[in-house]
């Protein structure tokens, strides 16, 4: 059962900060360092500053910029650049973006609190694995600031869409606390609701909903190791305490503003790797279609390609390939639904089965290209990139030898996978447009509020 609470956020105060533009962010992981000096120049206090620090010449294993995020965050709450709420609210929060042939799409959700529970154990699934790198610096940053800097997004199934109705009823008329257009030209907006009767509707309404984490699985775990810490310090806890929630963004997968992008795979490094060889391999499982250019019509050649890739993937599990060196495209085609039983026998979950990017994670990597699976959560051989085009372009630079153009994974994959209680490769999916950082700060501190009356 999810567990939905209002919590009193910490928010830029306007009145102080003129120009709420200048002082977001994108999420962290996304931030390059030519980005974090451009936000760094920005704005005094953009939210860089306290979510990604930069680390200093004197710092000790990089220590000093987790602390002096935490002084900075104290310090902009002391001087009123930062100021907590004067009530427990829930916070509705849509993105409005356009896809890429120009549609404007709206992507709508609510920012609350909800109770950590361990993976397998309740409400709350995971559909991606994890590295420990990120984990250990969000750790850092958890241990100075006690604090959640930024959502963790999670989707819920609602066909009936009754809380996006009830929340757009709820803000009918009133002012946005935040109205911001970030650097992808996406109009975020957040609106408070401190009705006590909405608020308490809506943890109703969610509390049969299965929640599936999209973005921040990091954070999520990060959360756990954080709280089991605290639990270990507390006497006679009571789980009230604010370390025993987490702060969420939560939106509908049934809603019409829901997109989710591919992200391709750049391969690099292999010592053995023979061009010939390995597409000999291949059509051994997949069917091939090759697609030659010349000079002359390379880039005609590189949009049919991609147009193909799409239309594969709408009958059979398929994506493209470009080898370094070679002046063709191919796109591999599984050639049966079967082919995965015959070359792994049970050893493949079924809900695997129908995924492009097990099928090339399983099949393709490990065991054509021998890319281990531990050198593929290491990402020893591989670079994830977003757009098609850079990805293209990427295999003639450096040590890159091919790059695997992918489809996105459909939202009902993701739901069918976690709720089998399984876990995709990483960056199988990347939920679009990216929830801003510095729009509301949980602190964890004190107690949660007391759960809102029944409605």
């Given at each position: 059962?999810?567990?939905?609470?209002?919590?009193?956020?910490?928010?830029?105060?306007?009145?102080?900060?003129?120009?709420?533009?200048?002082?977001?962010?994108?999420?962290?992981?996304?931030?390059?360092?030519?980005?974090?000096?451009?936000?760094?120049?920005?704005?005094?206090?953009?939210?860089?500053?306290?979510?990604?620090?930069?680390?200093?010449?004197?710092?000790?294993?990089?220590?000093?910029?987790?602390?002096?995020?935490?002084?900075?965050?104290?310090?902009?709450?002391?001087?009123?650049?930062?100021?907590?709420?004067?009530?427990?609210?829930?916070?509705?929060?849509?993105?409005?973006?356009?896809?890429?042939?120009?549609?404007?799409?709206?992507?709508?959700?609510?920012?609350?609190?909800?109770?950590?529970?361990?993976?397998?154990?309740?409400?709350?699934?995971?559909?991606?694995?994890?590295?420990?790198?990120?984990?250990?610096?969000?750790?850092?940053?958890?241990?100075?600031?006690?604090?959640?800097?930024?959502?963790?997004?999670?989707?819920?199934?609602?066909?009936?869409?009754?809380?996006?109705?009830?929340?757009?009823?709820?803000?009918?008329?009133?002012?946005?606390?935040?109205?911001?257009?970030?650097d992808d030209a996406i109009v975020n907006t957040v609106w408070r609701i401190n009705d006590p009767t909405?608020?308490?509707?809506?943890?109703?309404?969610?509390k049969d909903k299965a929640l599936f984490i999209a973005d921040g699985h990091h954070r999520y775990e990060?959360?756990?190791?954080?709280?089991?810490?605290?639990?270990?310090?507390?006497?006679?806890?009571?789980?009230?305490?604010?370390?025993?929630?987490?702060?969420?963004?939560?939106?509908?997968?049934?809603?019409?503003?829901?997109?989710?992008?591919?992200?391709?795979?750049?391969?690099?490094?292999?010592?053995?790797?023979?061009?010939?060889?390995?597409?000999?391999?291949?059509?051994?499982?997949?069917?091939?279609?090759?697609?030659?250019?010349?000079?002359?019509?390379?880039?005609?050649?590189?949009?049919?390609?991609?147009?193909?890739?799409?239309?594969?993937?709408?009958?059979?599990?398929?994506?493209?390939?470009?080898?370094?060196?070679?002046?063709?495209?191919?796109?591999?085609?599984?050639?049966?639904?079967?082919?995965?039983?015959?070359?792994?026998?049970?050893?493949?979950?079924?809900?695997?089965?129908?995924?492009?990017?097990?099928?090339?994670?399983?099949?393709?990597?490990?065991?054509?290209?021998?890319?281990?699976?531990?050198?593929?959560?290491?990402?020893?051989?591989?670079?994830?990139?977003?757009?098609?085009?850079?990805?293209?372009?990427?295999?003639?630079?450096?040590?890159?030898?091919?790059?695997?153009?992918?489809?996105?994974?459909?939202?009902?994959?993701?739901?069918?996978?976690?709720?089998?209680?399984?876990?995709?490769?990483?960056?199988?999916?990347?939920?679009?447009?990216?929830?801003?950082?510095?729009?509301?700060?949980?602190?964890?501190?004190?107690?949660?509020?007391?759960?809102?009356?029944?409605?």
């Open positions: 059962m999810a567990e939905i609470l209002p919590f009193t956020a910490v928010i830029y105060n306007k009145d102080v900060v003129k120009d709420l533009n200048k002082v977001m962010a994108p999420p962290y992981d996304v931030i390059s360092p030519k980005l974090q000096d451009e936000l760094y120049a920005r704005h005094a206090n953009n939210f860089v500053k306290i979510d990604l620090n930069k680390a200093e010449a004197a710092d000790v294993d990089g220590a000093g910029r987790y602390a002096r995020a935490a002084s900075l965050l104290n310090d902009w709450m002391a001087k009123g650049v930062l100021a907590r709420d004067e009530a427990p609210a829930i916070y509705y929060y849509t993105q409005t973006y356009r896809l890429k042939d120009g549609t404007q799409q709206t992507r709508k959700g609510f920012i609350a609190l909800t109770k950590l529970e361990e993976f397998g154990k309740g409400a709350i699934h995971p559909h991606e694995k994890t590295l420990s790198g990120p984990k250990a610096d969000r750790l850092k940053l958890m241990h100075t600031t006690s604090a959640n800097l930024s959502c963790i997004f999670s989707l819920y199934s609602e066909p009936s869409l009754g809380v996006n109705k009830l929340l757009e009823g709820a803000i009918k008329g009133a002012s946005p606390v935040i109205d911001v257009r970030d909405v608020i308490a509707q809506t943890a109703s309404a969610m990060t959360a756990l190791n954080y709280r089991n810490e605290m639990l270990a310090r507390t006497k006679n806890p009571t789980g009230r305490e604010a370390f025993n929630y987490i702060m969420m963004y939560f939106s509908n997968m049934d809603d019409e503003g829901m997109t989710i992008w591919p992200t391709h795979r750049v391969v690099h490094s292999l010592d053995t790797f023979e061009p010939k060889a390995f597409l000999n391999r291949c059509a051994e499982y997949f069917d091939i279609e090759t697609l030659a250019f010349t000079a002359a019509d390379a880039d005609k050649v590189k949009k049919t390609f991609q147009a193909k890739v799409v239309a594969s993937g709408e009958t059979a599990i398929s994506f493209g390939l470009f080898v370094k060196g070679e002046s063709s495209y191919h796109i591999l085609k599984l050639k049966s639904a079967d082919t995965m039983d015959k070359v792994f026998g049970s050893g493949i979950p079924d809900v695997f089965k129908g995924l492009d990017v097990t099928v090339l994670h399983s099949l393709v990597f490990a065991k054509i290209l021998g890319i281990t699976q531990e050198a593929q959560e290491k990402q020893l051989n591989l670079v994830y990139v977003k757009n098609g085009d850079e990805a293209i372009a990427a295999v003639g630079r450096d040590k890159n030898q091919l790059v695997f153009i992918l489809n996105p994974t459909h939202i009902g994959q993701v739901k069918e996978v976690a709720l089998a209680g399984h876990v995709m490769p990483q960056k199988s999916t990347y939920f679009y447009p990216k929830l801003l950082s510095g729009l509301t700060i949980n602190l964890l501190t004190g107690d949660v509020a007391a759960p809102v009356a029944k409605a």
